[in-house]
Structure formats: structure tokens, C-alpha cells
């Protein structure tokens, strides 16, 4: 007989009150991860994540996708060329 384990999903609010508990020291992760009901190591995965997505707080901006950057633009530059053929035409007919 297999038991279904039970997941449970978590806020983006709630996994950062546990990781900037965890960063004070004040408790250990057993008692962290008692006080949440929590298993210690999903609070270190939670702080590794968060340290390591940290720089980007600082960073000179947003950190963006070059290929999606690229397809937006491209999309663009289409619309920009249909809506000139538009306006011409539209001033040749009321010329």
C-alpha cells in the first residue's frame, strides 16, 4: 500500500517571513522549522533561493529574457511598419 504524501503551497510572503526569521539566528532550524511546521531542510532550501536571488534586488534592472526581449521587438517593429502603411494610405485618400 503507497501513501500519498500531502503538499502544501506556500505564499511568497509566507516563505519570506520564514527565511528572514531564519537569517536573524535568533532560533535554530529545528525550532523554526517546528514553529512553522516545516521540515528544516525546506527552510534552507527556501534561504539558499533567496540569497542567491538576492543581487537582483540591487541590480541595474529587471533581469529579462534576451529571446523573448528580441521576439517583442521584432513583433513591434512589425506593427510600427503596418501602422505606417495605414497612416499613408489614409493621407494619400484624403488628399
Do not use: C
Request: avoid cysteine; charged fraction near 30%.
Amino acid at each position: 500500500m503507497t501513501t500519498k504524501k500531502n503538499y502544501r503551497k506556500h505564499t511568497a510572503a509566507f516563505k519570506t517571513r520564514v527565511v528572514l526569521e531564519a537569517l536573524k539566528e535568533r532560533e535554530t532550524l529545528s525550532e523554526l522549522a517546528q514553529r512553522f511546521q516545516l521540515h528544516p531542510t525546506q527552510i534552507s532550501t527556501w534561504k539558499k533561493e533567496f540569497l542567491e536571488g538576492a543581487e537582483q534586488v540591487f541590480g541595474d534592472g529587471p533581469v529579462v529574457d534576451a529571446k523573448a526581449h528580441e521576439q517583442e521587438k521584432a513583433q513591434l517593429h512589425q506593427q510600427i511598419g503596418e501602422l505606417t502603411v495605414t497612416v499613408n494610405w489614409l493621407k494619400k485618400k484624403l488628399l
